[in-house]
């Protein structure tokens, strides 16, 4: 059984609700396999509380936190230093407590879609053609931005709210191309990446309606939700040929960053470490 001393290092999940993560059981496989003396822990804040939360936990002795809804945009505006990328992207979901006490944030969601792209759909190239992204939330912003920043020099964007599609287009540049909801299936055309983002399709709401027939059979379909792991969008794209890409790839990919700051160890994402987070969804 492990037990953790007085130095044990401190990591957490700041959310509200927050037992409905995954990230205590992900970090805590790890924690596990290297055998730390460390601990990851849920911590239910709610909104008013967050500042505060932040601000103690280098008090605490924390290395850092995860941040999730509905925390990420508020705690940007809250640490004393954040990456260009995580202020592109307007949120942040990783802070780690730097050595001289302040809080720096990054935002690690981008990196690991595209980590989970790679390794699922290898033979996709950010050149190969148009990516369409479906929704305007703060995945979707993230994606898009992980995206640009590979090289996709077009990336067609649709969104059930118009303008939350014109507020992203505007936000990072001409490369995005704004499409009206009704045209989503029009827009598959020639592309090479299509990438749900919205909840469309998760379990307990409604389906995702979309036709692929423009869709070349080469490109690659990538959905964010994982419950169900499989959803409609990619059992229609694995029965046309496409390459289906399910969502729990990028919550695990996206958590090593902040695993490898907190407790000074770089850890892979494996089979078993999905499988043993997949057991409990």
């Known amino acids: 059984m492990r037990t953790l001393s007085g130095r044990a290092r401190l990591a957490g999940v700041i959310g509200w609700p927050i037992a409905h993560s995954r990230s205590p059981r ?20 709610r909104p008013e509380n967050l500042a505060a939360a ?3 936990l280098p008090i605490l002795g924390f290395g850092g936190v995860n941040v999730t809804l509905p925390h990420k945009s508020a705690a940007l505006g809250l640490v004393d230093r954040a990456s260009a990328e995580a202020r592109r992207i307007g949120a942040i979901n990783t802070v780690v407590v730097g050595a001289d006490g302040l809080l720096e944030g990054s935002n690690t969601d981008g990196y690991g879609f595209l980590e989970h792209l790679k390794s699922a759909a290898p033979d996709w190239r950010p050149e190969d053609g148009p990516a369409v992204l479906l929704g305007a939330g703060g995945a979707a912003r993230a994606i898009a931005v992980a995206l640009l920043e590979a090289g996709v020099a077009e990336l067609r964007l649709a969104n059930r709210t118009a303008r939350r599609t014109a507020e992203l287009a505007a936000a990072l540049g001409p490369a995005i191309k704004p499409v009206a909801w009704a045209a989503r299936s029009d827009a ?12 469309l399709g998760m379990a307990g709401q409604p389906p995702l309606e979309i036709g692929l027939l423009r869709l070349p059979r080469q490109a690659v379909v990538y959905d964010i939700v ?6 409609p969008l990619l059992a229609a794209a694995r029965a046309r040929g496409h390459t289906p890409v399910d969502g729990l790839g990028m919550l695990l990919h996206q958590a090593l960053p902040g695993f490898a700051a907190w407790f000074g160890v770089t850890p892979e994402v494996t089979p078993e470490l999905r499988e043993f987070v997949l057991a409990a969804i």
Request: net charge negative; hydrophobic share 50%; proline share 5%.
């Open 26 to 45: 992900l970090h805590g496989f790890w924690l596990a396999q290297h055998d730390i003396d460390g601990a990851y822990l849920p911590l239910a804040v």
């Open 54 to 56: 932040l601000k103690a």
């Open 188 to 199: 598959l055309d020639g592309a090479s990446l299509l990438v749900n983002s919205t909840t």
């Open 226 to 231: 994982y419950v169900p792991l499989e959803t």
